[in-house]
């Protein structure tokens, strides 16, 4: 069978929605036997290839995925009107990339950017597809998270917009059930063609790894508790409580915050962390996949956090892969969220009201003070692993994508 994906990063930029919907579209040609397209964007981030970037659409092959990259501005995405102007110019060029991708039989479109979804509906009903809506953000809620950015006028578009995808859509692919509730409850989604898959992580990839480590050594971390964040230091995650509650903790020598990766907060995080002279507040560079079961293995636990009032609009994805590699994790969300309910069924984690440095810090230091009971939920966090293993996540993909195919669409 034929399957088209839309979905603007794709490899090898960093987003993690990017860096899974590659595992997904390699693992549905390798293991499944799937021929599969891509239209992606060019790369914001990594080793891009730049050759005919004055191409509105350029087809290259990896893995046995065909991508097709449509080509668009790629001003900083730090403002709105570089985002804006990425989003726009490479919806153009998605649109006639839509008309190279064939007779696909599935069209999947994922969210990025929102209004990605309108090009590859019109591309499945062009070409007699299946169309598949995989909601890995909600909007326009989650567009609340432009703090540069305000327009009444643009969210009641972008709300229009998911309505009607939600509405055209065969089937729709929700992160979760907190997520699923939102779409049926709010969106008006039909709860017949709603679907729940997690996000995973690559379990044979990401394994418990020795504190003991060269990532450890180079950095002086082996003698002391480290909470890690890692992956983007973005806008929804409210990491300025994190610096707070470092404040309250500076006096706890042995304690380090572990900041690792990179986005639009970390440079406002650093000068406020060297403003109040935090020196357990450490910054570090995006680790590359071949190194990340290092700074993994450097963490004693994670900070997985969310801003009030984002639960199931956005499903953390960085959970998974601190279950992979072992390590138990403060919850710095909402009770109600997908996070917050992996710790409390599989207890490997710790919950601390998001917004709370107080509560942050203290769930730090239950932590560190109790080692034995830290390695115990470590060791429930890989068990946890195993349910949202890459190999059962993609699989459900394709049982979902098999599913629609054939289906007589109701009129």
């Known amino acids: 069978m034929k399957i088209c994906f839309f979905n603007r990063s794709y490899w090898p930029d960093q987003a993690a929605t990017g860096q899974l919907l590659t595992e997904l579209a390699e693992d549905l040609a390798s293991r499944h036997g799937w021929d599969v397209t891509v239209v992606a964007g060019r790369a914001l981030h990594g080793d891009a290839d730049d050759r005919g970037r004055l191409a509105p659409v350029v087809r290259e092959t990896r893995r046995g995925v065909t991508i097709l990259r449509a080509n668009g501005t790629r001003f900083r995405p730090r403002r709105f009107a570089g985002r804006a102007a990425n989003y726009l110019t490479y919806f153009s060029s998605a649109v006639l990339a839509g008309l190279q991708a064939g007779r696909p039989d599935v069209v999947v479109s994922l969210t990025d950017p929102p209004i990605i979804g309108l090009a590859a509906r019109w591309t499945a009903r062009r070409s007699g597809a299946r169309f598949v809506y995989l909601c890995e953000d909600i909007f326009p809620e989650v567009a609340a998270l432009v703090d540069d950015f305000r327009s ?10 998911n309505r009607f995808l939600l509405r055209e859509a ?5 992160l979760g059930d907190r997520m699923r509730r939102r779409l049926v409850e709010e969106k008006g989604a039909d709860p017949a063609r709603v679907h ?7 379990c044979d990839a990401i394994v418990p790894g020795p504190k003991d480590n060269a990532f450890t050594r180079a950095h002086g971390l082996g003698d002391r508790f480290v909470l890690m964040h890692s992956g983007n230091i973005g806008l929804s995650q409210n990491l300025d409580v994190l610096i707070d509650a470092a404040a309250r903790l500076a006096a706890r020598d042995r304690i380090v915050i572990a900041i690792v990766g990179d986005g ?3 440079d406002a995080l650093e000068r406020e962390a060297a403003r109040r002279g935090l020196a357990n507040v450490r910054f570090f560079p995006y680790q590359p996949k071949a190194l990340l079961h290092e700074s993994f293995a450097a963490a004693d636990a994670f900070l997985v956090s969310l801003k009030p009032g984002l639960e199931g609009y956005i499903v953390p994805s960085k959970v998974y892969g601190v279950l992979a590699a072992g390590r138990p994790f403060v919850a710095a969300v909402d009770p109600s969220s997908e996070v917050a309910t992996i710790a409390r069924e ?5 919950f601390a009201a998001p917004g709370d440095p107080d509560a942050l810090a203290g ?3 239950s932590l560190a003070d109790d080692p034995q009971a830290t390695r115990a939920m470590g060791q429930r966090a890989r068990a946890a692993a195993l349910r949202f293993d890459r190999r059962v996540a993609v699989l459900a993909y394709h049982d979902v994508f098999a599913g629609v195919v054939g289906r007589t669409r109701p009129a």
């Open 152 to 161: 009444e006028g643009v969210n009641r578009a972008l709300d229009r917009v």
């Open 170 to 174: 065969d089937a729709v692919v929700s």
């Open 196 to 202: 729940v898959i997690h996000n995973w992580a690559d």
């Open 346 to 350: 599989h207890g490997c984690g710790i």
């Open 363 to 365: 769930a730090v230091v």
């Open 264 to 266: 639009a907060r970390r």
